[in-house]
């Protein structure tokens, strides 16, 4: 048999996915000598172009955006020290509702199967322990993360042998935390009213004992923090960018999960992705 290193794949829809999302633990896993690989699903052209450029506006030039986002992403894997990453290079689907959603080359018009199909390629060559990406929601019901989802759960269907997976999450008692720093720093945030909120948007993370996994990063937090900033031409990380390295990590220093697939019997609530499996 060929020793193989253990392996964690997180597959992500943009550029900048990875650094919010699991920039703690894929810089952490790294620094335990597991080797990370990175699936970015789509090019992010619908993101902002350089000078805040919002799509749609004049001088957005979606190739220019997305050879930008490129280089961004190749900073942050640099950062995170990312062992691989891999570039499905769909078409950015921008926002549920968008015409891009149906352009030629979305991400959110591909197949599942054809998406699948390219993920289990991946999933043959690196045979990752632990895989890990969104919810059936996309975390907050963005076309991409959906997709990443989809294609992600098929993926792993067809090749069947991923001892552990995980959905991203966030816990509620945090999403309040999350409000006052979003007040306190200045972002376009306004208190959501419950009610509304409850009728249009799906529900935001999970309730603190739905959670199966705790990890922490604080050590990472700086990493993290960089691996983001990496990322400042997109105007929706620039309100964590402006909390500093301290209060980010105090805000940001544990990343949550769901364990939705599990072969090794592991305890939960667990604090390792990798519990069971070393
Ligand atoms: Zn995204």
Do not use: H
């Given at each position: 048999m060929v020793e193989r290193p253990l392996t964690l794949m997180a597959v992500h829809a943009h550029p900048d996915d990875e650094a919010t999302g699991t920039?703690?633990?894929?810089?952490?896993?790294?620094?335990e000598g597991i080797r990370t690989v990175l699936v970015t699903c789509t090019d992010g052209a619908c993101g902002d172009g350089p000078g805040g450029v919002k799509p749609g506006e004049p001088g957005h030039d979606p190739a220019a955006v997305a050879?930008?986002?490129?280089?961004?992403l190749q900073e942050s894997c640099d950062v995170l020290k990312v062992s691989h990453l891999e570039m499905l290079d769909y078409g950015d689907s921008g926002m549920m509702g968008w015409a891009a959603n149906d352009a030629p080359g979305s991400f959110w018009r591909t197949p599942v199967e054809e998406g699948a199909a390219r993920l289990a390629e991946l999933l043959h060559r690196y045979r990752p322990d632990v895989v890990v990406t969104y919810d059936e929601n996309g975390f907050y019901g963005h076309p991409d993360h959906i997709q990443a989802n989809r294609i992600t759960m098929?993926?792993?269907?067809?090749?069947?042998?991923?001892?552990?997976v995980y959905w991203t999450t966030a816990p509620r008692s945090m999403m309040q935390r999350f409000g006052e720093a979003m007040r306190e720093f200045g972002a376009d945030w306004e208190e959501p009213d419950p009610v509304e909120e409850a009728e249009v948007m799906p529900e935001i993370g999970l309730p603190d004992e739905e959670i199966t996994t705790w990890v922490?990063?604080?050590?990472?937090?700086?990493?993290?923090?960089?691996?983001l900033a990496a990322h400042a031409s997109?105007?929706?990380?620039?309100?964590?960018?402006?909390?500093?390295?301290?209060?980010f990590t105090e805000?940001?220093?544990?990343?949550?999960?769901v364990r939705v697939r599990d072969t090794t019997d592991a305890a939960v609530p667990e604090t390792d992705l990798f519990a069971g499996l070393r």
């Open positions: 920039g703690g633990v894929l810089a952490r896993y790294a620094a050879a930008m986002r490129r280089q961004e098929a993926a792993l269907e067809l090749s069947g042998m991923t001892p552990k922490d990063i604080t050590e990472f937090g700086s990493q993290k923090f960089d691996a997109q105007g929706e990380n620039i309100f964590f960018l402006r909390m500093g390295k301290e209060r805000l940001m220093g544990v990343e949550t999960f």
